[in-house]
């Protein structure tokens, strides 16, 4: 499970999981305490892309 907080609720934030090659694994809406399942991907490295319409944040985690 990987967990991705907004620090501003009153504000949309949607994620993409991507892999190194930018092809989409996975994506919707993050919502605070509410897991998003990565258990189905496979061993690898991959991106979190998180968005509000206003700023991207980038972050690379290996499974």
Request: net charge positive; hydrophobic share 40%.
């Amino acid at each position: 499970m990987l967990y991705a907080k907004n620090n501003n609720p009153s504000e949309a934030a949607y994620f993409a999981i991507r892999n190194l090659m930018r092809q989409i694994f996975l994506k919707g809406t993050a919502i605070n305490h509410h897991p998003i399942d990565i258990s189905h991907l496979s061993s690898g490295s991959y991106l979190l892309n998180i968005s509000n319409g206003k700023s991207l944040i980038v972050k690379r985690f290996i499974k």
